[in-house]
């Protein structure tokens, strides 16, 4: 099992920048891949981004490439997403999830947290 727990989620004006963090216990965060998904109010969740075991791989939705950055810190078991220029179609809860490979669907990660609120005001 492993436990993630996200934080960093807040109120941010549109063009402003928000990090979020999934802290991770249990078994060896550093066996996994890490993925970001979020989901806005009435829409399906979706993939943000992924990275890989090692960090050295990465993988971004075509919305937010040059814009988001994935990254992890295997020793502090954590993986982190940086945001910037963020636009109120991006208000959402976002997800951080453990699997085994940098995917896009949602169903092939193991684990996930509860979740994290990213609210942008224009």
Known sequence: QVQLVESGGGLVLAGGSLRLSCAASGRAFGNYAMGWFRQAPGKEREFVAAISTSGGSTRYAESVKGRFTISRDNAKNTVYLRMD????????????????????????????GQGTQVTVSS
């Open 85 to 112: 220029s963020l636009n109120p179609e991006e208000t959402a809860i976002y997800y951080c999830a453990a699997g085994y490979g940098l995917y896009s669907r949602g169903s092939e990660y193991l684990y996930w």
